[in-house]
C-alpha cells in the first residue's frame, strides 16, 4: 500500500496542499482527477521527490520516503516530461531500466513492436513526435519492474488505438504494480473506475459514485455551472 498521511505544501502564500491523506493500493490502478491548478503536479512531484512538502510523511510498503529503495521502486511519468534526444529510444528505455533492480528486458522487442517502433528504437529520440516519446515512455514503466507507477496524463496526446493498447497493458501491468494515474480523460474514468479521487481545495477525497455522474458532480460543488449559464448570457443565440 502507498499511503499519503497530511500531505501540506504551499507556494509563498499560496496553500495549494493544504491536507492530503491517501492511499493507493497494490495490484489496482487508481485515478486522480481535479481542475487544472489543483494541485496534481505538486502531489506527482513530491511523491517523486522532485518538491519537498512542507508538512506530512509517505509511506510506500513501509520503506522510507526518497530513500534509494524508495526511487528503486517507483516510477513516475511527468506530463511534461524531457527526453535525451542525443539518445535512441531502445538506449534510453536501456538506461532507464538500468537503473532499476527488477527491470524486464525481455519484454522490449514485443512492446516496441507492439507500439510500431521496431524501425525507430534505434533512430535518436530528437527526431521522434510527441506521440512516440510518450511511447517510449510508455515502454519504460512496463518494465521497469517497479511496485507503483506514478503517471500524469500518460494517455493523452495517444492515438486512439495506441490509448486502448496501452489501457490493456495496464490492466496487466496491474497485476504487479500499484498504478496511480492523473487524468482529465472520461474514457479513462470509466475504463478505470474502481479507485477514484478527486483532488479539490488543496484536498484529494474518494469519489465514491458513478463515474458517468462525476461530470455532474463537479458541476455541482464548483462553478462550472455557474460559468456554462454565463455563457449562454454573453453568447445570447441570434
Ligand atoms: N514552483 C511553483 N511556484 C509557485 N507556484 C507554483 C509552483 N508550482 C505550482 N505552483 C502553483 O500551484 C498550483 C497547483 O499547480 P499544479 O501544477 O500542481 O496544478 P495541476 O492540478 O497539476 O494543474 P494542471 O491540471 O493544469 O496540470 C497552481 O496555482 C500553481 O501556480
Redesign the pocket.
Known amino acids: 500500500m502507498f499511503t499519503i498521511n497530511h500531505l501540506k505544501k504551499s ?1 509563498d502564500h ?1 496553500d ?1 496542499l493544504k491536507d492530503i491523506s491517501a492511499s493507493f493500493p497494490k495490484n489496482n490502478i487508481s485515478i486522480i482527477v ?1 481542475a ?7 502531489l506527482m512531484n513530491i511523491i517523486s521527490g522532485l518538491v519537498v512538502a512542507d508538512n506530512g510523511n509517505i509511506d510506500l510498503d513501509d520503506i522510507p520516503y526518497n530513500s534509494q529503495h524508495y526511487s528503486e521502486n517507483l516510477f513516475y511519468v511527468p ?1 511534461d516530461f524531457y527526453l535525451p534526444g542525443f539518445l535512441s529510444g531502445r538506449e534510453y528505455v536501456n538506461f532507464v531500466l538500468s537503473r532499476y533492480p527488477h527491470p524486464n528486458y525481455d519484454l522490449l522487442p514485443y512492446l516496441f513492436s507492439l507500439f510500431d517502433l521496431t524501425d525507430s528504437q534505434n533512430k535518436l529520440l530528437e527526431g521522434y513526435s510527441f506521440g512516440m516519446k510518450k511511447k517510449v515512455q510508455l515502454i519504460a514503466a512496463l518494465t521497469v519492474g517497479s511496485k507503483y507507477l506514478f503517471a500524469d496524463e500518460i494517455f493523452s496526446g495517444l492515438d486512439f488505438e495506441t490509448v486502448l493498447l496501452a489501457e490493456e497493458l495496464f490492466l496487466k501491468l496491474r497485476e504487479s504494480t500499484g498504478i496511480v494515474i492523473v487524468s482529465h480523460e472520461m474514457n479513462t474514468l470509466e475504463k478505470f473506475p474502481q479507485n477514484i479521487w478527486l ?1 479539490k481545495s488543496g484536498l484529494l477525497v474518494p469519489y465514491n459514485g458513478d463515474v458517468r455522474s462525476l461530470p455532474d458532480a463537479i458541476k455541482s460543488t464548483g462553478k462550472l455551472g455557474e460559468k456554462i449559464a454565463s455563457i449562454k448570457r454573453h453568447f445570447p443565440i441570434a
Not at 491548478?37 to 505538486?42: L, P
Open positions: 507556494f499560496n495549494v481535479g487544472n491548478g489543483s494541485g496534481k503536479t505538486t506530463s483532488m
